[in-house]
């Protein structure tokens, strides 16, 4: 569990490896379900928590995210919140969101990010207040979601776009996926000492049993191959010194499904 401004966050493994996340406005008292792949341990935790959500919020529409969503939306009479683009693939919506529309959040502004790549609607919303990124499976800590729909040019767009969020903005990703991209990050830009650290630190918490997640846009930005795809270093050691910044992600992402 994590407090941020305003923000009390929960995460709940689900699945083998994915990731769903109970929300509450600390002001209000709202409580939302983030990507619940599976309902069960959803509600083992609310029934910890003693709370009821009032929204499930959907960031794309594969099944390990939104298999557990109208279960729930059933059970506690909450509302589903998706991608007014992908409204056909997901779940009956109540709010059908979209970059223009924003959304609101038990009085929390937040800003709805369109970020096609892994599936072509997929969206991600950032909660400016909490400082905090509900990023499904578009960027990972230390990776990024494979091109299942979209192009490399969309998805470099798309991580392009959360890059530019604050520092300190807190990423909660779809998947426990850090250890293995650590791994394959390594082999992408060995040179980099943040990377060499953090590579260390992800290998201990998985051995203490403890999740990697939340990363920050900050730690990204030092780290993750997928996020540093312009920096000349990178470039320079994939021998792509003259490549735009989207044709070196597109090998980067490459290189990674081949592995």
């Not at 935790?45 to 939104?66: C, K, N, V």
């Not at 499976?137 to 470099?156: H, N, V, Y």
């Amino acid at each position: 569990m994590s407090t941020l401004d305003a923000l009390e966050i929960h995460l709940v493994p689900v699945l083998t490896d994915n990731y769903a996340y109970i929300l509450r406005d600390t002001d209000t008292e709202t409580v939302g379900v983030v990507d619940p792949g599976e309902a069960e341990p959803v509600e083992a935790a609310l029934t910890q928590l003693g709370w009821r959500p009032e929204w499930i919020i959907l960031t794309h529409h594969h099944g390990d995210h939104i298999a557990g969503a109208e279960r729930l939306a059933g059970g506690y009479n909450a509302k589903i919140a998706g991608a007014a683009a992908d409204s056909k693939r997901l779940p009956p919506l109540d709010a059908a969101v979209t970059a223009e529309t924003g959304w609101d959040f038990g009085g929390q502004t937040v800003e709805v990010i369109e970020t096609p790549g892994h599936t072509i609607g997929h969206i991600a919303y950032h909660f400016p207040r909490a400082r905090a990124l509900f990023a499904g499976d578009t960027l990972f800590s230390l990776g990024c979601g494979r091109l299942f729909e979209g192009t490399a040019a969309q998805m470099w767009d798309s991580l392009s776009k959360l890059a530019e969020l604050p520092p300190e903005t807190r990423v909660y990703c779809g998947h426990e996926y850090t250890q293995n991209l650590a791994a394959f990050a390594l082999t992408i830009d060995p040179n980099n000492p943040a990377l060499r650290q953090r590579a260390e630190e992800v290998v201990q918490l998985r051995a203490d049993d403890k999740p990697t997640i939340p990363t920050t846009i900050g730690k990204e930005l030092a780290t993750n191959p997928f996020l540093r795809a312009g920096e000349p270093s990178l470039k320079h050691a994939l021998g792509m010194a003259e490549a735009d910044a989207a044709a070196v992600f597109a090998e980067i992402r490459r290189r990674k499904d081949a592995a």
